[in-house]
């Protein structure tokens, strides 16, 4: 019976221990979905816009399309635009069928494929355009951010 009763006080003390810690220091899907919630308009369109943000970032486009209708859609528009896989895709094969690239070419492949996964692929990306342009710092962060 002892034992029992000790069992339920420690689970008892980690409920609130959980409990406590994830109302003082929420992650980042908590703290949008309580701003979300609220009642203050400018802190539930922010909190809104910061789930969405966190769905696409995730990959999870269906879940994220049911809460566009509450957003602006310029702004829902152009992330999809530069951030959406088959619009990513589009953007390669565009720029792989461009003859005579230039390194912002190459830049522009590399942040694409980076964003599609394909790190390997935007490694050679980053390595022609450093070919292309050598002095350019930029390629160099690119390059060491990708690995």
Same mark, same amino acid.
Request: no cysteine; aromatic share 10%; proline share 2%.
């Given at each position: 019976?002892?034992?029992?009763?000790?069992?339920?006080?420690?689970?008892?003390?980690?409920?609130?221990?959980?409990?406590?810690?994830?109302?003082?220091?929420?992650?980042?899907?908590?703290?949008?979905?309580?701003?979300?919630?609220?009642?203050?308009?400018?802190?539930?369109?922010?909190?809104?816009?910061?789930? #969405?943000?966190?769905?696409?970032?995730?990959?999870? #486009?269906?879940?994220?399309?049911?809460?566009?209708?509450?957003?602006?859609?310029?702004?829902?528009?152009?992330?999809?635009?530069?951030?959406?896989?088959?619009?990513?895709?589009?953007?390669?094969?565009?720029?792989?069928?461009?003859?005579?690239?230039?390194?912002?070419?190459?830049?522009?492949?590399?942040?694409?494929?980076?964003?599609?996964?394909?790190?390997?692929?935007?490694?050679?990306?980053?390595?022609?355009?450093?070919?292309?342009?050598?002095?350019?710092?930029?390629?160099?962060?690119?390059?060491?951010?990708?690995?």
């Amino acid at each position: 019976m002892k034992s029992k009763l000790s069992i339920i006080i420690i689970l008892s003390i980690l409920i609130g221990i959980n409990f406590y810690f994830s109302q003082t220091f929420p992650d980042k899907y908590t703290q949008a979905k309580i701003n979300f919630s609220s009642l203050v308009g400018s802190t539930s369109y922010l909190g809104r816009l910061d789930f #969405w943000h966190l769905l696409v970032q995730n990959n999870d #486009w269906q879940n994220a399309s049911l809460l566009e209708s509450g957003l602006n859609q310029e702004q829902v528009i152009d992330y999809k635009l530069a951030h959406q896989p088959q619009e990513l895709q589009k953007k390669i094969d565009q720029i792989e069928t461009t003859s005579n690239k230039t390194a912002d070419d190459y830049i522009k492949l590399a942040q694409a494929q980076t964003l599609l996964g394909l790190n390997s692929q935007a490694v050679e990306s980053i390595k022609k355009a450093h070919q292309l342009d050598p002095i350019r710092s930029d390629i160099d962060r690119l390059f060491y951010s990708t690995k």
